[in-house]
């Protein structure tokens, strides 16, 4: 079956860390691997994405310096790994994957393929 699992999320202070990752199996690891989230009320927003190459295609210029994008293709686990976590990266977290695409455009439909998704919340 084709499947994509989120883990790592939770609740931490401001200033905390957190290291999120997403297994996939079947067709699911693909080409272009990105996490979005998605906060109550507002729109689902791409914070990174990364090629099958290792070429990191954008981050978020809110998350810049902090969050570190991250693939490991033998295992076909997509990594995000968060520093200095602030309330307003509080969100649900989700793991996608397309083709080639999805990585030139970072649009929301050449992603063909979601997790669950898993909640981060950071408390002030």
């Known amino acids: 079956q084709v499947q994509q699992v989120e883990s790592g999320g939770g609740s931490v202070q401001a200033g905390g860390s957190l290291r999120l990752s997403c297994t996939a199996s079947?067709?699911?690891?693909?080409?272009?691997m990105g996490w979005f989230r998605q906060a109550p009320g507002k729109e689902r927003e791409g914070v990174a994405a990364?090629?099958?190459?290792?070429?990191?295609?954008y981050y978020a210029d809110s998350v810049k310096g902090r969050f570190t994008i991250s693939r490991d293709n033998a295992k076909d686990t997509l990594y995000l790994q968060m520093n200095s976590l602030k309330p307003e990266d509080s969100a649900m977290y989700y793991c996608?994957?397309?083709?080639?695409?999805?990585?030139?455009?970072?649009?929301?439909?050449?992603?063909?393929?979601w997790g669950q998704g898993t909640q981060v919340t950071v408390s002030s």
């Open positions: 996608a994957s397309g083709a080639w695409r999805a990585c030139r455009s970072g649009a929301r439909a050449d992603f063909g393929y």
């Open positions: 079947g067709y699911a690891y693909g080409n272009c």
């Open positions: 990364i090629r099958h190459d290792g070429d990191i295609t």
